[in-house]
């Protein structure tokens, strides 16, 4: 009796650790309260004992949350390492940010460079957003203190709205520069329709967690939301690459 409840105790403790690191037993817990497209596609540990991290991907892309290994409770949220004084979470989230922009390679851009660059900033913009447009109308501040601006489009508005078509028109102009130039300054663009990679900038933008314009995500996958003067700009990013 004693030897059959060791190995029935045994067989619970494996039982119990494979489940906290399986996929699926995860995947059981969540499909309870999300929609049947939300997967669970990874388990990690995380530094709380019986907190396991969870990759999800939601159909716009991947997110994090966190899960009791019971399956019982989910928290959206970040872990801060106070001693550290480190966003864990989003440290995880911006490598997610690099591996998705990583898709648009310079011919998939507008890209606004001085000839002496010292920090490259992707901005999700809209043709639209009045603080994309005062942005915009300071390029050449940005670029005069070794910061080059690379354009992805975010139409704030939805795909196959006015903002879009805007954004396609600039893309498909003859003169990018020139289009976004006019554009951001208030004027009509002429209508033009062509191959184009505005709608996967915009569903890129959705999973790396834009939720307005203009939002600057800098080399090392780190998001600035909101407008920046070129100034302070230059100053965060000093000080970014003095602390790394």
Not at 23 to 33: F, G, P, T
Not at 37 to 44: G, Q, R, S
Request: hydrophobic share 40%; net charge negative.
């Amino acid at each position: 009796m004693k030897i059959k409840s060791i190995c029935i105790a045994g067989l619970f403790a494996v039982f119990s650790a494979s489940a906290t690191n399986d996929v699926a037993h995860y995947q059981q817990a969540l499909a309870k309260i999300t929609a049947p497209n939300v997967k669970v596609t990874a388990v990690f540990d995380t530094p709380i004992s019986d907190i396991k991290e969870l990759m999800v991907s939601t159909g716009n892309g991947t997110d994090i949350v966190y899960m009791s290994t019971d399956g019982d409770y989910l928290i959206q949220g970040s872990i801060f390492d106070i001693n550290r004084r480190v966003d864990i979470t989003d440290q995880k989230k911006a490598k997610l940010r690099i591996e998705t922009l990583s898709e648009f390679g310079e011919a998939s851009r507008i890209n606004y460079f001085p000839e002496q660059m010292d920090y490259e900033v992707t901005v999700f913009t809209d043709i639209d957003c009045g603080y994309c447009r005062q942005l915009h109308s300071e390029m050449q501040a940005y670029n005069d203190l070794g910061i080059g601006i690379s354009y992805l489009f975010f139409p704030r508005s939805g795909l196959k709205t006015a903002s879009y078509d805007k954004a396609v028109s600039v893309w498909c102009a003859a003169d990018q520069h020139k289009a976004m130039d006019e554009a951001k300054a208030g004027s009509q663009v002429a209508q033009k329709q062509c191959d184009n990679p505005v709608a996967e900038q915009y569903k890129a933008g959705i999973a790396t967690g834009v939720t307005g314009t203009p939002a600057l995500v800098l080399k090392d996958g780190t998001m600035m939301p909101g407008y920046v003067p070129p100034q302070r700009l230059k100053q965060q990013l000093d000080a970014l690459k003095a602390s790394q």
